[in-house]
């Protein structure tokens, strides 16, 4: 039978939490002082300690001062405001998970039926570590580059804790696949992995789609509706392109992600959820808040961990890798054996890959269809001899000149009519140039419709900043 132990001065809540954890099919122990916590661990080694921060003779992480008495107990703060800094030392230190007081029976519940010993998660790890280095995948990921390596790092490093995670990246770097990769790795695997595009929902429905709504609330509204944020309870949600939510709405996940709480639209019952907030965005999110197109408390709340992912431009050396895992896949559907020559292999090195990963993919299975025997030649893939998708400089009309005090926003929107112009008005192409979906180009396109007197984005940049744009604070 699992053991816990319960560090809190409160003799009251200490005897309240012992009580629930009992119908929990657990062993209790309490103790009121950090002496008292570190006789009991020598007692009887805990599974989990719910550790208080506030304690008589000091600080309930002074308990990482002695790392041979935590080692083996995933250890979980109880604190009554889970402040950016106090989740940023829990990082550093390894703790697992958190309680905000007063502690919910709900809550206490979800972190109860995930324990697992720190050694579990250590071993998992070294596993897949050397499965990467015998095949080059790690997770939902491949690649062997010193760029992935690090990623990789990072996702083992905050996998088993339960701070919020912010990806950011190009678009087709496999930002998803990251979120993925942190999930399968950490104790709420069991639990559901939510992964909601925010480019894609509509601005009008994106509140009862994050958090539900009630019969009646609005016209259409014909049933009761549980959104993401309810359906995620207990595992991981995952925000993608978050800089698309509207402004005016990205309070209310921050205050999810304070209190733990929401309600549905047209109800005034308080609800209760438990999730991990993974959010991506394909913009540094810095620029993002200077643009307004980022609440800054959001992104304080969010970024506690930031893992960039780099282009594949950057990491060449796992192209050949890529392309074969994902030939191999599509021979595992189809029941063939095609392969790539060696020609085609370096051919592929060679191209920027605009669209990164997710281009690469299209290409290889592009180029399964195009082969007609076994082995797929270098005139079915795309190379340096290929013509590119990013404009060149020496192209008229292939460069901008931004005055010193133009706005980001301006700026940004002078970028992208000049790509799209010299694209040829190819959404497909100027996405993929930008490094960015084509959702987000679509919504980019719609936002300077809109701005425009006639209703329609110009084609290119004006001879001088206009002054419209969207805020820059």
């Known amino acids: 039978m699992p053991h816990a132990l319960i560090v809190e001065d409160d003799v009251d809540a200490a005897q309240m939490m012992a009580a629930l954890i009992v119908t929990e099919s657990f062993t209790v122990a309490t103790a009121h002082t950090l002496g008292d916590a570190r006789r009991q661990i020598v007692l009887q080694q805990p ?8 304690l008589p003779d000091g600080s309930g992480l002074d308990l990482f001062d002695e790392p041979e008495l935590v080692a083996q107990s ?6 009554g405001h889970a402040s950016l800094d106090t989740s940023i030392q829990a990082l550093r230190l390894g703790v697992a998970d958190y309680l905000l007081k007063p502690v919910s029976p709900k809550q206490l519940h979800g972190i109860l039926s995930r324990v697992m010993r720190p050694s579990a998660l250590r071993t998992e790890l070294a596993t897949m570590k050397a499965q990467w280095k015998d095949c080059g995948n790690f997770g939902h990921l491949w690649g062997r580059s010193p760029a992935m390596q690090l990623v990789y790092e990072q996702i083992s490093r905050v996998a088993g804790t339960a701070v919020p995670v912010f990806v ?3 678009s087709g770097t496999g930002k998803e696949l990251v979120a993925r990769t942190v999930h399968d790795l950490s104790r709420r695997r069991k639990r559901p992995f939510v992964a909601v595009n925010c480019g894609a929902l509509s601005p009008n429905l994106m509140e009862s789609e994050l958090f539900g709504h009630e019969r009646g609330s609005f016209t259409g509204a014909d049933r009761q509706h549980q959104g993401f944020f309810e359906r995620a309870n207990g595992g991981t949600l995952f925000l993608d392109e978050i800089t698309e939510m509207p402004i005016e709405l990205q309070v209310k996940p921050l205050r999810v992600l304070e209190t733990g709480t929401f309600m549905r639209v047209g109800s005034t019952q308080i609800l209760e959820t438990d999730v991990r907030v993974i959010a991506a965005s394909n913009r540094p999110p810095e620029q993002a808040v200077v643009a307004g197109k980022l609440r ?3 992104l304080y709340r969010l970024n506690v961990f930031p893992i960039v992912l780099p282009p594949l431009r950057e990491r060449a050396e796992d192209i050949p890798l890529l392309a074969e ?4 896949e599509v021979n595992a559907v189809e029941g063939s054996a095609k392969r790539f020559s060696a020609d085609a292999l370096d051919k592929l090195m060679t191209y920027r890959w605009p669209g990164n990963v997710r281009e690469l993919r299209n ?3 592009r180029a399964y269809v195009m ?4 082995v ?3 005139e079915w893939v795309p190379g340096d001899d290929t013509p590119s998708a990013a404009p060149s400089a020496d192209v008229p009309g292939a460069s901008i000149r931004v005055p010193v005090g133009t706005s980001i926003a301006e700026a940004e929107r002078q970028l992208i009519m000049a790509t799209f112009a010299h694209c040829g008005h190819n959404k497909e192409r100027t996405a993929a140039v930008l490094g960015v979906s084509l959702k987000t180009l679509y919504n980019r396109l719609k936002e300077f419709a809109r701005e425009s007197p006639d209703g329609t984005p110009d084609d290119g940049p004006p001879s001088r900043p206009s002054g419209r744009g969207r805020p820059t604070s």
Request: proline share 0%; hydrophobic share 55%; net charge negative.
């Open 47 to 54: 599974d989990i300690v719910l550790l208080d921060l506030q």
């Open 74 to 79: 995933e250890v979980v703060l109880i604190t």
């Open 168 to 170: 950011t990246g190009e």
């Open 296 to 298: 800054e408390d959001l």
């Open 325 to 328: 895992h994902f030939l191999a």
């Open 363 to 365: 290409a290889v299975q």
């Open 371 to 374: 082969a007609a025997g076994d």
């Open 376 to 378: 797929i030649g270098s």
